[in-house]
Nanobody, 122 residues
Framework: QVRLVESGGGFVQAGGSLRLSCEAS????????MAWYRQAPGNERELVAR???????NYADSVKDRFTISRADAKNTAYLQMNNLKPADTGVYYC????????????????WGQGTQVTVSS
């Protein structure tokens, strides 16, 4: 089985920075995609950023030029560097990954982390 474990959330004032980490552990053969989503109270979960195995990235318009997603394949880990944080960035941030398991090279499965809270005060 596979687990995604997020860390790095917390409380920060507007203009501050945080770095989130997401590590996939277990029977991981390869990871084709890692992404960060967030959900604010009363809102739907939305895509923040994603990174493919090629290194290609996509960002939500609201975070472009402030957030940077990266990955360390040797550690099965993705990072989200968040700079110039705004109160509108407040929410629970979830890690998402599309993973091939050891022994099942033809099957990709989607996994979610448990979420980490980010709170930005004005």
């Amino acid at each position: 089985q596979v687990r995604l474990v997020e860390s790095g959330g917390g409380f920060v004032q507007a203009g501050g920075s945080l770095r989130l980490s997401c590590e996939a552990s277990g029977s991981v053969a390869s990871i084709s995609l890692m992404a960060w989503y967030r959900q604010a109270p009363g809102n739907e979960r939305e895509l923040v950023a994603r990174i493919f195995s090629s290194g290609s990235t996509n960002y939500a318009d609201s975070v472009k030029d402030r957030f940077t997603i990266s990955r360390a394949d040797a550690k099965n880990t993705a990072y989200l560097q968040m700079n110039n944080l705004k109160p509108a960035d407040t929410g629970v941030y979830y890690c998402n990954a599309v993973i091939r398991l050891v022994g099942s090279p033809l099957v990709e499965r989607v996994y979610w982390g448990q979420g980490t809270q980010v709170t930005v005060s004005s």
